[in-house]
């Protein structure tokens, strides 16, 4: 196993109770995994859900299954909460496809509902849209570049892949990769420079 890392250290924290550590492993991880998220759902999910909202729903499932989760590698708990996410939206593609009984559903705790979860984000709500916008502008930047340059960026720099990893998945040598990583990274970069004032 590599060296720990600080998510390491704070999923060791988060298992022995200290929820501050699991908030913060979950916000550093938020931006990420929001991106990864809106990748994941087809243009029409994208129309009926909320990517924060589904963010929300791989945190709370993330929080009450923690204690399944093993610590491999730097990214295993990104690649973790990953997989969380696709069964949310699959999930969330099912209700939307489907009527459902309102009772099937976990809100989070509300006046109306005090025994319900507290959400996974408490933070004011200036500070929710700073990041939101974020997000957007990141979203904005990866939507122009080519669907290989993108993929490429999502595999190699939000995901978190390895370069064999991700040979093994395009079916492409590592030598091609790395010079697919260089140029989408390349044009990414350009994009955000020509978006300053």
């Known amino acids: 196993m590599e060296p720990p890392t600080s998510t390491f250290t704070l999923l060791e924290k988060a298992k022995a109770g200290d929820e501050e550590a699991l ?25 009926l859900s909320e990517v924060e909202d589904l963010v929300q729903e791989t945190y709370l499932r993330a929080f009450r299954d923690l204690h399944a989760f093993t610590y491999q590698t730097p990214g295993s708990f990104l690649r ?46 200036s500070r929710l849209f700073a990041q939101q916008e974020a997000v957007e502008r990141l979203l904005s930047r990866l939507n122009a570049l080519p669907e290989d340059y993108r993929q490429a960026i999502l595999m190699a720099k939000i995901e978190g892949l390895s370069t064999g990893e991700m040979a093994e998945r395009l079916g492409k040598s590592r030598e091609a990769v790395s010079l697919l990583v260089y140029r989408a990274v390349k044009r990414f970069r350009s994009l955000g420079e020509s978006a300053e004032p």
């Open 23 to 47: 908030s913060q492993a979950f916000e550093e991880h938020r931006r990420r995994l929001a991106v990864l998220i809106h990748f994941k759902l087809s243009p029409r999910a994208r129309e």
């Open 80 to 125: 973790w909460l990953s997989s969380i996410a696709d069964h949310v939206i699959i999930d969330r593609v099912r209700y939307q496809n489907r009527d459902r009984r309102a009772a099937e559903e976990v809100p989070f705790r509300s006046p109306s509902n005090p025994a319900g979860p507290e959400p996974a984000d408490t933070k004011t709500p």
